[in-house]
């Protein structure tokens, strides 16, 4: 056990060592260069050439990659050139707005996902599943930012129930009482999470209804039966907990997406969150702001995945934890 | 009093930036010494109001003296005095803190210096008609207390441009990144403390956002609409009122003389002065205007946005279109070239693609390549591009932004763009001492330009700012759009509950 | 709509559905018979080989090229002349829908072809080498998975700054065939310890040869699948590309680029956004029917009850 656990921290490591270096390079030598205005009037040639001394990015190339792993192991992100501060701040703002979009959108995804996998399941075959089998299709087939769009058409700009988007009313939110507040961020957060979490339910809704199935055809699914246990016991007793498996390894492979998989969605929404954060740094050439958030994200994969493997292991014994 | 930003500022520190974005919120905060007037004179000093400076004369021609208020103080408690303004000529000439307006600065004035603690000298190198124009409205005071101690070279990313402390009507409250920037009114602003209590700044991200903010009753103000959409779902709107004001920004194709990536060798399409009449022939310009604003922004006649209203009295016209014409001076060869175009805006995405129909229908190949903003800047250095989509923002004046971009060894002239009787009109339009014996000098320049074109003109925006009805006595300056904001007021009986927090 | 492209859309249809139920009557064997127990996938066909049709014959089913811009007709609803609606530049909704058809599934399915080939390739040398090619190739497979695709591809659209169809393509490619890989990777190791390798190693054939014409055909299920599966995913990545600015050029209409125009006037001319996105559900939908169907059809271990 131990030796496999050293083994995957080791592999992890290595894994978010070369994904970090290989956007190294990818990000110094995309054309274009970091230090530019918004709107577009350039600046001067001196000024230019001042700022990239200041962060060192006059060296060679080999050089900084050097400096930046050597800061990297003191613990330094570096300063954000687009937001003139330390890009840990920058995170640091950016990741809460994210990690509350994506847990709501993901417990909207996997409750509705497996109730309705569940209930399918439960009736196969019959007029019901095969109807919720096309809208979970369906859903599961859009292209998420349209489905934003259309979201934020009906129900915020003709109906009004929600706000077109941002986090909370910010002019209203300092003086609101707790609930208030609460509810502020209630109502800005349905639409974006909402939409996630749609297209979500309809992938995790077919995984959970064929992973029943197929757990339904086991063996000891059918000495239930013979044991005369009702068809409902032997569903949500038995055969679910063997289905809730891959759906469970499922949930370590989402997360990591919906960490940076929503930067259509905070586009959109105006959601100040990681995804955004990034793509926003990409095309501003911000080197330090994508290294970092390259190196949050492949380390949320890793993690992902490997607390996804465990949980795997934890709950099946059958399964041997093999590198 | 909520505004819709489009974007969000990376610095409120004035030295270190001019971006639109960033100037309506630290132009509440900073003072200049006196700001310039509502119809956007910059001859002499006639039509500037006071803000730091109480009085000034001319000592001699080339020097003058600013006499400060006394009243004027920093929002943390010192008063402003003329060592400030002393230190923040040197800091905006310090080539450490890399201010756009250095080179203007230094070109022109030779030293600022304190005499005492209330008179600040200016003394220039020569004389010339906007010397006023050019002491006062770059700069904005900085306070010397707080940032004498602060590295020149870090001013980029200090700690002041994200907490800034000015002298100016509105103090500084708060930032959340990526959300809201909020200001307070100063109780004891000298010039009279401004009627709206709290300005806050709610970043939207782009222009279609910030509207929508603004229509579903979010946001109180948003300036500019740009789209004929927007402006009908403004003005359909009967919560909001329209404020046309004078655009500053005009939009065009530039066209690279040189060859593409090879500055040596000219442009074997480009270079030709009558392709690119023809290709100015071949645009139908007005119909464009129409088709994408409504016929809310105007075709140039030169490289001018409407903020320069002066120079739109002449009787110069821009060259209407004839596909005729351009069809003869094209002589059947099957011509084909590359647009970049910013990804950024959707507007000039779709006026690329009208400009691409109309090409095709001539037997001209445009292909638009669409990147982002650091690779157009690239290219435009490097000189690998055969035309560009771009716009500019300018300043009031056409004397900094006309040579700058068009003229011979201009700093932004990336299409290497040289003719020698515009470059000579535009010196003696640039020493003008009068606005008319100007007029005449800049409608010469123009017109040697339509000869022989260094692009296209697309257009120049008519702007409208959308802002609640419940605001009253609002006035757009157009060079700084909410500059003016301290003069607006929400009467007692229209205040709602969002105005009334936090008071 | 013209006369003549209405007659010659109902052709398309009616031939279609022809297409499709002589396909189910005919006897595919076992697999096809799987299959075709799926009334999902019996739709999917017959969407998927309508958009092929479509996609193929545009110019014959459309009245209006699909640059052709009418300014007089901006943003017009849908009437009789353009069942769709136009855009913001006067350009019939429904002709650009088809010319896009080819865009968008063609960069699907040659950006998957691309993908299933090098995520085959990789899994099989992988997977039959074992040692050190093993260890180097899944590394870089884990890195590749780990780093989300969309910050891959809008790194790789920045490093190159303007991208063509064949490089766009190439792209998708090159970033969607590391799960392949792993899938083909297991099916090779299963099947290189059977006997019949060993036979033909014997025999002296060189390792490439054994590859290809005995392991990987072994596969050749999980490879359709994952394709088939995988084209959704391409179209979809594509659209985001495209609606955020990077990927198809206009005057070039795709599906994606076609909801980032209209974007703007969303509220005014939904039809310009709405369709598009339809199209890509649908198409979408369809593949995943039908990519279903086809793992019942071929994999027998997984059966479902």
């Known amino acids: 056990m131990r030796a496999w656990l050293l083994r995957r921290v080791a592999a992890g490591i290595a ?61 330094e992100l570096g300063e954000s050139f687009s937001q003139r501060r330390p890009v840990a701040q920058a995170i640091a703002d950016a990741v809460p707005n994210t990690l509350l979009l994506t847990t709501t959108a993901l417990a909207i995804d996997f409750t509705l996902g497996i109730l309705i996998g569940l209930f399918q399941a439960a009736r196969a075959r019959r007029r019901s599943d095969v109807a919720l089998a096309n809208v979970t299709l369906f859903f599961y087939s859009l292209p998420t930012f349209w489905l934003a769009l259309v979201l934020q058409l009906v129900f915020a700009l003709w109906l009004g129930w929600f706000p077109t988007g941002g986090v909370t009313e910010s002019a209203l939110y300092g003086s609101l009482p707790l609930l208030g507040r609460l509810a502020d961020r209630l109502r800005h957060l349905v639409l974006p999470a909402l939409t996630l979490g749609l297209v979500g339910a309809g992938g995790t809704a077919r995984f959970q209804r064929a992973a029943l199935l197929e757990a339904l055809g086991h063996e000891y699914v059918r000495t239930a039966r013979a044991k005369g246990l009702a068809e409902r016991a032997v569903l949500v007793r038995h055969a679910w907990r063997d289905a ?7 949930a370590g492979v989402a997360l990591p997406f919906l960490l940076t998989g929503a930067v259509l969605i905070e586009t959109v929404f105006s959601w100040p969150g990681l995804g955004k954060l990034a793509a926003d740094a990409i095309s501003a050439r911000d080197y330090p702001l994508v290294l970092a958030t390259t190196l949050l994200a492949t380390c949320a994969v890793v993690a992902g995945s490997f607390i996804a493997d465990v949980l795997t292991a934890v709950a099946d014994p059958r399964v041997r934890l093999t590198a | 009093m909520v505004f819709a930003a489009t974007g969000e500022p990376t610095t409120l520190l004035p030295a270190v930036t001019t971006a639109a974005i960033e100037r309506d919120v630290f132009d509440q905060i900073f003072l200049k010494l006196a700001e310039i007037g509502r119809d956007g004179g910059t001859f002499g000093d006639s039509g500037f109001t006071p803000e730091l400076a109480r009085s000034w004369e001319w000592t001699d021609p080339l020097t003058l003296t600013f006499h400060l208020d006394p009243r004027a103080r920093w929002q943390d408690g010192p008063p402003v005095t003329a060592a400030d303004v002393a230190f923040t000529f040197d800091a905006y000439t310090d080539s450490a803190v890399g201010s756009d307006d250095r080179t203007t600065l230094i070109e022109h004035i030779a030293s600022v210096t304190a005499s005492d603690s209330l008179t600040v000298v200016f003394k220039f190198r020569d004389r010339y008609p906007e010397m006023f124009y050019d002491a006062t409205y770059h700069m904005r005071i900085l306070p010397a207390h707080l940032l004498r101690d602060v590295p020149r070279a870090t001013w980029q990313t200090a700690a002041f441009g994200r907490a800034p402390v000015g002298a100016g009507p509105y103090r500084f409250v708060s930032w959340t990144p990526g959300q809201s920037i909020e200001l307070a009114a100063d109780s004891t602003y000298f010039l009279g403390r401004p009627h709206l209590r709290r300005l806050i700044w709610r970043v939207a991200g782009n222009l279609n956002n910030a509207v929508t903010m603004v229509l579903a009753g979010e946001a109180d103000a948003v300036e500019v609409l740009v789209t004929p959409a927007n402006i009908a779902k403004a003005k359909a709107d009967t919560a909001l009122a329209i404020y046309p004001y004078a655009g500053s920004t005009y939009t065009f194709v530039r066209f690279n003389l040189r060859a593409n990536g090879d500055r040596s060798k000219p442009h074997p399409v480009l270079a030709d002065p009558q392709t690119r009449r023809a290709l100015v022939l071949a645009a139908d310009r007005p119909q464009m205007v129409q088709a994408v604003f409504g016929g809310y922004a105007k075709v140039p006649p030169g490289p001018m946005p409407q903020v320069w209203s002066w120079l739109w009295k002449t009787k110069l016209t821009p060259t209407p279109p004839d596909s005729t014409a351009a069809a003869r001076l094209i002589h059947g060869r099957h011509l084909s070239f590359h647009l970049a175009v910013p990804s950024t805006s959707p507007t000039r995405v779709q006026y690329a693609q009208l400009l691409q129909e109309q090409y095709r229908r001539l037997g001209i190949e445009l292909v638009i390549d669409q990147v982002d903003n650091p690779t157009l800047q690239q290219l435009l250095e490097s000189g690998k591009f055969d035309a560009t989509l771009e716009s500019f923002v300018t300043d009031p004046t056409p004397s900094s932004s006309v040579p700058a971009l068009w003229g011979r060894g201009g700093p932004t002239n990336y299409g290497q763009y040289s003719n020698e009787k515009f470059d000579a009109l535009v010196r003696t339009a640039s020493s003008s001492a009068t606005q008319e014996a100007a007029q005449t000098a800049w409608e010469a320049a123009f017109a040697a330009l339509a000869q022989d074109p260094p692009g296209i003109m697309l257009y120049a925006l008519d702007n409208f700012a959308a802002v609640n009805r419940r605001v009253t006595d609002v ?29 | 709509m013209t006369a003549a492209t209405l007659f010659a859309l109902t052709v398309v249809i009616v031939g279609t559905g022809a297409l499709v139920s002589w396909c189910r009557r005919h006897r595919w064997g076992d697999a096809g018979r799987r299959f075709f127990r799926h009334p999902s996938a019996i739709w999917g066909l017959v969407v998927l080989v309508f958009l092929a049709t479509v996609a193929l014959c545009a110019p014959l089913l459309t009245p209006y090229p699909p640059y052709e811009q009418i300014l007089a007709l901006q943003d017009h609803p849908p009437t009789w002349l353009h069942p769709l609606g136009t855009d913001f530049f006067g350009r019939d909704v429904w002709s650009r829908l088809a010319y896009g058809a080819r865009v968008s599934l063609g960069v699907g399915t040659l950006g998957m072809l691309v993908a299933v080939t090098l995520g085959g390739l990789v899994g099989a040398a992988a997977g039959y080498f074992r040692g050190w090619t093993d260890a180097v190739l899944m590394r870089c497979v884990d890195v590749g998975l780990s780093i989300p695709r969309i910050f891959l591809v809008l790194g790789a659209i920045a490093l190159w700054g303007k991208l063509g169809v064949g490089a766009l393509i190439l792209l998708l490619g090159l970033t969607g065939w590391f799960a392949t890989s792993r899938i083909v990777r297991s099916d090779v190791m299963s099947v290189r310890e059977r006997p019949y390798t060993d036979a ?106």
């Open chain 1, 244 to 250: 809730l498996l891959p759906v469970i390894s499922l």
């Open chain 3, 200 to 305: 033909v190693r014997a025999l002296g054939a060189r390792p490439w040869w054994i590859i290809v014409r005995h392991v990987l055909p072994n596969s050749a299920a999980a490879l359709i699948v994952s394709a088939a599966l995988g084209i959704g995913n391409m179209m979809l990545l594509e659209a985001g590309l495209s609606f955020l600015g990077a990927g198809i050029q206009p005057p070039n209409p795709s599906w994606g680029n076609m909801i980032a125009d209209g974007r703007d006037q969303l509220g005014t001319a939904p039809w310009a956004t709405l369709f598009p996105g339809l199209a890509i559900a649908f198409a979408v939908m369809a593949l995943n029917a039908t990519g279903d169907a086809l793992r019942d059809a071929l994999d027998p271990k997984t059966r479902e009850r």
């Open chain 1, 15 to 75: 894994i978010v060592f070369a994904a970090v270096s290989l956007t190294f390079v990818a990000i110094h030598l995309a054309p274009g260069q970091p230090f530019l205005p918004p709107d577009e009037r350039p600046m001067a040639p001196e000024v230019v050439a001042r700022l990239r001394r200041n962060y060192g990015l006059d060296r060679p190339l080999p050089e900084q990659y050097l400096r930046y792993f050597v800061q990297l192991a003191r613990g």
């Open chain 2, 475 to 503: 006035h757009i300056q157009p060079d700084s759009w909410w500059g003016l904001v301290r003069t607006w007021r929400i009467p007692p009986n229209q205040l709602t509950e969002r105005d009334r927090a936090g008071r």
